[in-house]
């Protein structure tokens, strides 16, 4: 089993910046990939970014390509969405998912609210 922790959520006004950060514990050994999710109200859950747990590669939604950055430090485990230029069409509740021996975990989801 994985957990799958998020943090750093919160109430920004447009254009302001927020780091969000997801710590797995468990049995982390085997992470493939990492990723960030999002779900608005009345709207299906979409990935924003993950990265390759191992080579870090990443990939990243076009609607946020330019703002977001997604790293991680394998040593903490941790996983982090550092999302710039911030807008309402951002607000959301964001996910943290690892990929893991073929098998899939979530976190409990942190809110990211943009207001105008």
């Known amino acids: 089993q994985v957990q799958l922790v998020e943090s750093g959520g919160g109430l920004v006004q447009a254009g302001g910046s927020l780091r969000l950060s997801c710590v797995a514990s468990?049995?982390?050994?085997?992470?493939?990939?990492m990723g960030w999710y999002r779900q608005a109200p009345g709207k299906e859950r979409e990935v924003v970014a993950a990265i390759g747990w191992l080579g870090g590669s990443t990939n990243y939604a076009d609607s946020v390509k330019g703002r977001v950055t997604i790293s991680r430090e394998n040593a903490k485990n941790t996983m982090y969405l550092q999302m710039n230029s911030l807008q309402p069409e951002d607000t959301a509740i964001y996910y943290c998912k690892a990929g893991v021996a073929s098998s899939d975990y979530w976190g409990q989801g942190t809110q990211v609210t943009v207001s105008s």
């Open positions: 468990g049995r982390t050994f085997s992470t493939d990939y």
